[in-house]
């Protein structure tokens, strides 16, 4: 049975345990190359396209749309027309789900703590490896939304993702609100993990966030990479903020997460009932509300940070969408030759999730540039 090739629930990061075949892009007796897209995946953040792994014919579907299963149970089976339909059916009879544990990598949850508030964050990696990175979030968000990140980029490196003020597991409760509580949060997690200095990767709102530590904190910063992020622009989606922070039902929340990605099929049932969840914690609205008004009022971002970028030594990266809905593409036009720009066709403001095998190559290509330029 060495010619038969299961394919299996893949595994889109460290936190993922299952997932829902949505449905085939494929039947049976098609002849699929590796790469071709063959189904669709829901998992708790997005619906994905998943390309198969390997080539062959495909003879057995055994996952149906629709169903749950565990990372590594048997979705299908690829084998040559030479192979019986009796040898499919031991192999599949015989077929053990293998432990998710990918080599005994794991995500490490901690608390940092802010003006004894709990700013929660994870962990995954190596500390004896290259210099660590941190990944912030956008508005709304939380250290999930790096799901098909966080396992790629920790291959080299340590990868810390925190929950901001407000957001997430961290308290719910925020001060001020603004971008000098929220870069104090990320500092906080930097303190209590020991990392002198970090590469800092910031998505939407997270982008300025990690502008805002460079500027306050240049020290304590390797490089920035900013992920569809404020702080090079004027505006911002007024309706998708105010739609996020007012919506409640089901059908609300689906229009405005709609709004983030370029594909709204990609929105998922599981995505839409965990931010439904999110905002019905004590605390979440008016948290949300005080750093809205504080960071985007009116539909205006509250600060920019594009001369600091320009001017700054140290390598910044802009990954951005150019179909984003939330934050005009165009802002990363006419900055300095030094900030690396990338652009990518057919993905919308989340470019980490809609397109993470090709922006994780990016960030990791980044880290590489600009440890080599420090050494």
């Known amino acids: 049975m060495s010619d038969i090739q299961p394919i299996v629930m893949p595994k889109w990061g460290l936190a993922m345990a299952e997932g829902t075949l949505v449905g085939w892009s494929v039947g049976e007796g098609s002849d699929i190359q590796k790469g071709d897209e063959i189904a669709e995946i829901e998992t708790t953040k997005i619906t994905n396209v998943f390309e198969s792994p390997v080539s062959g014919v495909l003879r057995r579907q055994i996952t149906k749309g629709g169903e749950i299963v565990p990372v590594g149970a048997l979705l299908a089976v690829l084998a040559p027309s030479t192979v019986s339909d009796a040898e499919i059916d031991a192999f599949i009879g015989a077929f053990v789900v293998e432990s998710a544990d990918d080599n005994g990598s794991k995500v490490v949850e901690r608390e940092a703590h802010l003006d004894g508030r709990n700013i929660f964050y994870k962990f995954s990696g190596s500390a004896e490896d290259g210099i660590p990175a941190v990944l912030i979030h956008g508005f709304g968000g939380d250290a999930d939304n790096w799901l098909f990140n966080i396992e790629s980029l920790s291959a080299s490196r340590p990868v810390y993702a925190l929950d901001l003020p407000g957001h997430g597991k961290s308290t719910k409760t925020v001060v001020k609100g603004d971008l000098d509580e929220l870069a104090d949060a990320v500092?906080?997690?930097?303190?209590?993990?020991?990392?002198?200095?970090?590469?800092?990767?910031?998505?939407?709102?997270?982008?300025?966030?990690?502008?805002?530590?460079?500027?306050?904190?240049?020290?304590?910063?390797?490089?920035?990479?900013?992920?569809?992020?404020?702080?090079?622009?004027?505006?911002?989606?007024?309706?998708?903020?105010?739609?996020?922070?007012?919506?409640?039902?089901?059908?609300?929340?689906?229009?405005?997460?709609?709004?983030?990605?370029?594909?709204?099929?990609?929105?998922?049932?599981?995505?839409?009932?965990?931010?439904?969840?999110?905002?019905?914690?004590?605390?979440?609205?008016?948290?949300?509300?005080?750093?809205?008004?504080?960071?985007?009022?009116?539909?205006?971002?509250?600060?920019?940070?594009?001369?600091?970028?320009?001017?700054?030594?140290?390598?910044?990266?802009?990954?951005?969408?150019?179909?984003?809905?939330?934050?005009?593409?165009?802002?990363?036009?006419?900055?300095?030759?030094?900030?690396?720009?990338?652009?990518?066709?057919?993905?919308?403001?989340?470019?980490?999730?809609?397109?993470?095998?090709?922006?994780?190559?990016?960030?990791?290509?980044?880290?590489?540039?600009?440890?080599?330029?420090?050494?």
Do not use: C
Not at 199 to 224: C, E, I, N, Q, Y
């Open 187 to 375: 500092i906080a997690v930097l303190d209590d993990a020991g990392v002198a200095k970090a590469h800092l990767v910031g998505h939407s709102l997270g982008g300025a966030v990690a502008f805002k530590v460079l500027d306050k904190a240049p020290t304590r910063v390797a490089s920035v990479a900013g992920v569809a992020p404020a702080g090079l622009g004027e505006g911002v989606n007024d309706a998708y903020i105010r739609g996020f922070i007012s919506a409640e039902k089901r059908k609300d929340v689906k229009s405005a997460l709609q709004m983030l990605v370029a594909d709204p099929e990609q929105v998922s049932a599981t995505m839409i009932e965990g931010i439904q969840r999110y905002k019905r914690l004590e605390g979440v609205k008016e948290a949300i509300e005080t750093i809205a008004a504080k960071t985007m009022p009116q539909g205006r971002q509250a600060v920019s940070f594009r001369s600091l970028v320009e001017k700054t030594d140290k390598p910044v990266l802009v990954v951005w969408g150019e179909k984003d809905a939330i934050i005009d593409p165009r802002h990363s036009e006419g900055v300095a030759s030094t900030v690396s720009v990338v652009r990518l066709p057919s993905v919308g403001h989340m470019p980490h999730l809609e397109a993470a095998k090709t922006f994780n190559a990016q960030v990791a290509k980044h880290f590489e540039n600009a440890e080599a330029k420090s050494r």
